[in-house]
């Protein structure tokens, strides 16, 4: 498989995963009124990343059209990449902010944020031509970051609910 190839599947993976995560949203806050934050952010979360995961798969394919390839490609692709790689660790960060009580809603969202911050890192060394040189890994890395970030918080949005009805359920017992 190609590396464009790869881009355009996932691409397609991210288009999946904005939509299943809007389907189920809005079968799960249809009733709801007490929507919380926490709750909203990580939606967020899901949409803005495979959407932009999405958006930015077509960009080496859209550079390839006009003829740019090889080191230049991956060079302009890693410069694009860094600027909205850490707009996107910014705004989730000021999503969550206030959601960050427990313990573990602020570890989860320090190892998310982690590997963000590891992926836009990658992308600024392929650009500055330090331990990577203009090549495609650290910019397909940030797409297969932010895919299993998106994914991840998807599975949480699906299963925390039947969780919590389970134990819920497993205590009145």
Known sequence: ??????FALLA????????FAGIV????FRDESNIKRGQVAALTVIVQLSL???????????????????????LMCSIVAVPVGSGLIYTNRQNFRRSLQDRKARLIHIFVQSISFIAVLANVLNAVNI??????GPYLLAGIVMSGIAGWMFIRLLL????KLVRENEARE
């Open 1 to 6: 498989m190609d590396v464009l190839e790869m």
């Open 25 to 28: 949203s809005a079968f799960r």
């Open 160 to 163: 925390n609910p039947l969780w």
């Open 52 to 74: 932009v995961v999405a958006l930015f798969s077509g960009l080496p394919l859209l550079l390839s059209a006009f003829g740019v390839s090889g080191n230049s490609l991956w």
């Open 131 to 136: 331990l990577f040189h203009s090549e495609p």
């Open 12 to 19: 397609e993976l991210n288009v999946a995963i904005a939509g």
